[in-house]
């Protein structure tokens, strides 16, 4: 059957998809365009001269041990936001469907935070972790863990990885959770019959089972590291002690909006787009096909 | 091998009663099916002997121990699902493997179970298939082999054949009939459809409504169904029965219709209410003078090796047998006999089989 529209006048159709159009060429096309475009000028910080430069940039930041120190840090960041992340939602995923009574309230409390602005989680783990007036140090200082994340890099880390991960937590939960419960609870009878614990059933029954799933959140929870944690860094820590939580996006903000090194920055906002270009072809090409059973 | 034995074995989800007071012994090696309509409790029986749900009241006993509290896997049982429940992302051999790897058993002697039970099967040449690559015949065929490697205590099977197509399903049952003859496993089969239980039972359980209406077997059940819910429920086309009261040498429905009830038929008490129950192999075309009752045939049924008329006697159902070249047509009025000893008698409060002498 044609399923095709086809339409009579010529405008209708560009009539009916310009306003995506618009919106994708004033806040995507635009600026990518000019950040591909700035990457390849070096501009002073007054806007006063402006020199054609070609991949100088580019070269400049693979020389620049800040630059490539930040890779490193969202390397890490990402793997421990990831992990973490993953595991974490998992275990509550499966307990929420273990769980009989109570398990709309249960489910309901743990889509909460992600109705919560990346911001607001960022100030509301600053309160909780606050050297001065924040109740979590207060209690790590009876275990004897002196506690102050403006001094101590590793605990800034722990600190932005903690608020990320909480805030992306739901969003996990909630596809895991979907996923156990499109397991067919015969497989896992037919499995605890053929003598499996409950650990092993897990690992070898459900855990195969999800991988769809978790591939797929694996992906966004990494370009969710990579981009969208900016709130939070700069609530938290503002990329600080030190560079140590300077995570890419940050420093693209950093080196442009404070260092006014446009160039410089453009060119980092360009490295970011092919990245996350790459995740998603990455996404399309292997979610269909390659993870499967 | 082992005999599983239930002793007042009751089960409740919430309020909700499903099962009352089951006794059942399943002696070793025997091959016993759980016969009823849908909803009948036949899943749940075999779910709690699997131990997948606990039973509320009463014992189960497997090879002489009490499991009422032993896990699933510590029960040494296999168990076939409906839907079969092959692992998907494991292979045949990985599916059939399964349970022995987990046991420990060694690698090359996890191969030799699987390959003699693939050859019992014919599924060599599927080992390395994925269940997704199968028909629905040949994951039957794996369901049943990832059963019959571990060598367990008991099989149980939950409805396997119900979802393969009419051919498949004799050809499995034929199948499953001399795996069990070859085995000698104790055998616990689950079905609703009333000839897999017919051919396969040593003995059948009929169940209706959470409750065991009769045991014994096959033939037994057919020949003296020990109430009318079980005459109407095993045989093909299942038993007429008529309402009515016992007259002098007759029956009298509710519409006023007699039955004549033939010299030497054990019969209930004059004047007492009874179901009177005939099964349709059981009425036969006789002379107008020595028939019981006369029947009107509304609808006809060539089966080829027999032939299936239909019609209403009294504003009641029945069906009648005929050879398959009777020559016949709606509106034909069959005068049939009764035989002495193949009339059943049923109360009508009790619905439970009257055992009555000759008479
Ligand atoms: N988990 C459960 N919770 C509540 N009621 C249940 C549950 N499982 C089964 N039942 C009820 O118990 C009764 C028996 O169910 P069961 O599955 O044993 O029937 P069955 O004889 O196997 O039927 P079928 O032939 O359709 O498979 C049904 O009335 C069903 O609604
Ligand atoms: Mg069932």
Redesign the interface.
């Known amino acids: 059957m044609e399923k095709r529209v086809v339409f009579r006048s010529r405008w209708l159709p560009y009539a009916l998809v310009a306003p995506q159009l618009a919106i994708t060429t004033a806040f995507f096309f635009w600026p990518a365009s000019q950040a591909l475009f700035q990457s390849l000028l070096l501009q002073d910080p007054f806007g006063t001269s402006v020199q054609f430069v070609g991949l100088e940039n580019f070269a400049h930041l693979f020389r620049d041990e800040g630059y490539l120190a930040s890779f490193r840090i969202t390397v890490v960041f990402s793997v421990l936001v990831a992990g973490i992340g993953l595991s974490f939602s998992l275990l509550l995923a499966v307990m929420a469907d273990h769980i009989v009574r109570g398990a709309l309230v249960f489910r309901t409390l743990l889509i909460w935070p992600y109705a919560v602005a990346p911001a607001i989680a960022g100030v509301l783990w600053i309160f909780l972790f606050s050297p001065a007036i924040g109740i979590l140090p207060y209690w790590l200082a009876k275990i004897g863990i002196h506690w102050n994340h403006l001094l101590d890099s590793r605990q800034a880390m722990t600190l932005v990885v903690i608020a990320a991960v909480w805030k992306q937590v739901s969003y996990n939960f909630l596809f895991f959770l979907a996923g156990l419960q499109s397991i067919?609870r015969?497989?896992i009878?037919?499995?605890?019959?053929?003598?499996?614990?409950p650990m092993?059933r897990f690992w070898?029954?459900v855990f195969?089972?999800l991988s769809p799933t978790t591939f797929f959140l694996l992906v966004v929870n990494i370009v969710y590291a990579f981009f969208d944690t900016f709130g939070i860094i700069d609530s938290a820590t503002q990329g600080g002690p030190g560079q140590s939580t300077t995570v890419l996006v940050y420093k693209v903000f950093q080196d442009g909006f404070k260092g006014l090194d446009l160039g410089s920055s453009a060119a980092q906002s360009v490295i970011l787009m092919a990245i996350v270009i790459g995740l998603t072809v990455v996404q399309f090409r292997y979610i269909e096909r390659k993870v499967q059973? | 091998m082992a005999e599983v034995v239930l002793r007042h074995v009751s089960k409740s989800f919430g309020k909700t009663q499903v099962i009352y007071d089951m006794d059942l012994v399943v002696a070793d090696g025997e091959f016993v099916v759980i016969v009823g309509p849908s909803g009948c409790g036949k899943s749940t029986v075999l779910r709690m002997i699997a131990g997948l749900e606990p039973v509320t009241g009463g014992v189960i006993e497997i090879g002489g121990r009490v499991v009422n509290d032993v896990e699933p896997k510590d029960r040494n049982i296999a168990m076939v699902f409906q839907n079969y429940a092959l692992y998907p992302h494991m292979s045949v051999r990985e599916n059939m493997a399964y349970g022995l790897r987990i046991r420990g058993m060694p690698k090359a002697e996890i191969a030799e179970h699987v390959a003699r039970a693939a050859k019992i099967l014919e599924l060599e040449g599927l080992l390395d298939r994925k269940p997704r690559e199968l028909s629905g015949g040949q994951r039957q065929r794996v369901a049943m082999g990832r059963a019959i490697v571990r060598d367990p205590a008991a099989f149980l099977f939950d409805e396997p054949l119900s979802n393969l197509d009419a051919k498949l399903r004799v050809q499995m049952r034929l199948e499953i009939q001399k795996l069990s003859r070859e085995l000698g496993t104790t055998s616990l089969y689950v079905t609703h459809d009333q000839v897999e239980a017919m051919t396969l039972a040593h003995r059948m359980v009929v169940m209706n409504a959470g409750r065991v209406e009769q045991i014994g077997a096959p033939l037994d059940v057919y020949l003296r169904p020990a109430s009318a819910f079980v005459a109407a429920f095993i045989g093909v086309p299942p038993m007429n029965l008529l309402a009515g009261r016992v007259g002098e040498g007759a029956f009298t429905l509710g519409n006023g219709l007699v039955v004549r009830l033939p010299a030497g038929a054990p019969r209930p008490p004059f004047g007492a209410e009874a179901i009177l129950g005939v099964r349709p192999e059981h009425l036969a075309p006789v002379g107008e003078a020595e028939a019981a009752l006369t029947l009107t045939v509304e609808t006809i049924e060539r089966l080829g090796a027999d032939t299936l008329a239909h019609g209403t006697f009294d504003g009641n159902p029945m069906v009648v047998r005929l050879p398959a070249e009777a020559t016949l047509q709606p509106g034909t009025r069959l005068a049939l006999g009764l035989v002495p000893d193949e009339i059943h008698w049923f109360d009508p409060q009790t619905q439970k089989r009257l055992d009555l002498p000759g008479g």
Do not use: K, M, N, V
Not at chain 1, 189 to 197: H, L, M, P, T, V
């Open positions: 067919p015969s497989l009878e037919a499995a605890a019959i053929d003598g499996a614990g092993r070898t029954i195969p089972l059973y």
